[in-house]
């Protein structure tokens, strides 16, 4: 009976990392002389920890799912890094592995309980059970030629010439930030890929894509991958438009600094837009809320006569036999616009988009090698993340956005702005903060920035480093997977579990 609790904890109630028998919770006064070596272990992900908050299961035994032993894997570490055994009781890479199984359960979001609290912790949970959001990651139809790309940065450039360009801008900087050899750099004209992309999506708890929409003023770039998308309904992929209503600059960042195309609005755009995006929003495959489409607009604020332009697009809606059209704002972006206080009415709800808002900036540029060449900034992602949370204020229902990592310096070199200390650890527990215990929306949506930003080091797509282990967090927080095992033993001792 009490194996099977831990079992059924484990498994339903996400915020428990490991089960341990009861005393064997060991904390700072067993430090030994193993701290330099876990600190050494957790540079290599690079993962922050605070060593006077340590918890660990002595003896290693415990229960806990796969996810916490396989992170073992994301240290990149072999036989050689194990000393001979020769009875040490003490200061070994295997004693220290001991104490960062527990820093990996606290730092990813998760406790270490007893056994004896099991019973109890379990009948908690239950009057009070996770609601599972809806996961959507923004995707970034970049990766393929175009003529404006041609145009602009030379023939047949795409952004993974800024991917495999980057380099480390000062000691313990992890660039290039590189796709796993399996993803590869794909070129998006295949729709194969997306189609491959779908289903390593499926497999780990995302629930679809929100493709980056652009389009200017009936002008419409990188659309090659939803077209495919549209035209193939054997790919089997939710998918919703986010409009990047913002000019397209050389500076990447939106500022309208040296505009290649300008953002523009016509006689008539808003019908326009709407027969240009109608196809896709009518496709069953289509992402809905309550059955109404969702449509998300990236600098709302920005849009002339807006108030008008929702209730052309509402009567558009309808009129093509839509219920309703559920229309999302990106959140007001650190130096855009502000949303004035009616569109908030009129929208549906916001989305979290960071690092644009809604985060706290904890600058580490002074922590790093005095050599370094930088001009921008690297924060800590520990402190920034999540930053956002599922909210309501006003009537409006803020969705939480949350990021896997961040880093352009891919795109801009010595200018970069980038965050620290992001790996599937770090991550998992800025996603599962982000998720909502208990959500006032209908249907529950939690945001990803992004899928596959590799020139600004936000992907959970899999990458070199890290193989699917960004997606493996996501998985393990949200029970995404009904056929993944659910626990693991450790040790040999159950008598106390």
């Not at 949370?389 to 200018?415: F, K, L, Q, T």
Request: proline fraction near 7%; include cysteine.
């Amino acid at each position: 009976m009490q194996i099977q609790r831990i079992i059924d904890l484990l498994h339903e109630d996400r915020s428990v990392g490991m089960v341990v028998p009861t005393g064997n919770v060991f904390g700072t006064e067993h430090w030994g002389s193993n701290q330099g070596i876990v600190e050494a272990l957790a540079y290599r992900l690079p993962m922050a920890f605070d060593p006077d908050e340590l918890r660990f299961p002595a003896g290693s035994m415990f229960w806990c799912r796969p996810w916490l032993l396989e992170r073992i894997a994301d240290l990149d570490i072999g036989d050689e890094h194990f000393e001979p055994e020769a009875g040490q009781y003490d200061a070994t890479t295997a004693h220290a592995l001991e104490r960062l199984m527990g820093i990996y359960s606290t730092v990813g979001g998760m406790d270490i309980v007893e056994a004896m609290d099991v019973k109890q912790r379990l009948t908690n949970y239950r009057k009070n059970p996770q609601v599972r959001p809806n996961v959507y990651a923004f995707y970034l139809p970049q990766y393929h030629q175009c003529p404006e790309n041609d145009e602009f940065w030379g023939e047949g450039f795409t952004d993974w010439d800024n991917v495999r360009k980057a380099k480390p801008l000062f000691d313990g900087h992890r660039q290039p930030i590189l796709p796993s050899e399996e993803v590869g750099f794909y070129d998006l004209k295949d729709p194969e890929v997306l189609r491959r992309q779908a289903k390593m999506a499926k497999d780990h708890g995302i629930d679809g894509f929100v493709f980056h929409h652009y389009w200017f003023d009936g002008r419409r770039v990188l659309d090659t991958p939803i077209n495919n998308w549209l035209a193939d309904p054997t790919i089997d992929l939710p998918l919703a438009i986010c409009w990047a209503n913002e000019p397209w600059t050389r500076r990447w960042d939106g500022l309208d600094q040296d505009v290649l195309i300008p953002q523009t609005y016509g006689e008539d755009w808003a019908n326009r837009f709407w027969d240009d995006i109608a196809p896709f929003l009518n496709d069953p495959r289509y992402i809905r809320v309550n059955g109404a489409p969702m449509l998300i607009i990236y600098r709302l604020g920005e849009i002339p006569d807006a108030m008008d332009t929702i209730d052309t697009w509402r009567k558009r809606a309808a009129d093509d036999g839509h219920p309703a059209l559920h229309l999302l704002a990106v959140g007001p972006l650190r130096e855009c616009e502000m949303l004035e206080l009616d569109l908030f009415d009129k929208a549906d709800g916001l989305v979290g988009f960071p690092p644009g808002s809604n985060i706290r900036l904890e600058s580490l540029i002074t922590r790093l090698s005095p050599a370094n060449p930088l001009q921008g900034d690297f924060m800590s992602y520990h402190s920034a993340t999540p930053g956002d949370h599922a909210s309501e204020a006003n009537g409006i229902y803020r969705h939480a956005g949350v990021m896997p990592g961040w880093d352009n310096s891919a795109r801009r070199g010595v200018s970069s702005y980038g965050f620290l200390g992001a790996n599937p650890v770090t991550w998992r527990r800025a996603f599962a903060e982000a998720v909502p215990r208990k959500s006032l929306a209908s249907e529950p949506m939690v945001f990803v920035n992004a899928w596959n930003e590799w020139a600004e080091g936000a992907a959970v797509e899999a990458s070199r480093r890290f193989a699917t282990g960004q997606l493996e967090s996501i998985v393990d927080a949200t029970n995404a997977c009904a056929a993944c095992p659910t626990f693991v033993v450790a040790g040999a001792t159950t008598a106390n579990a």
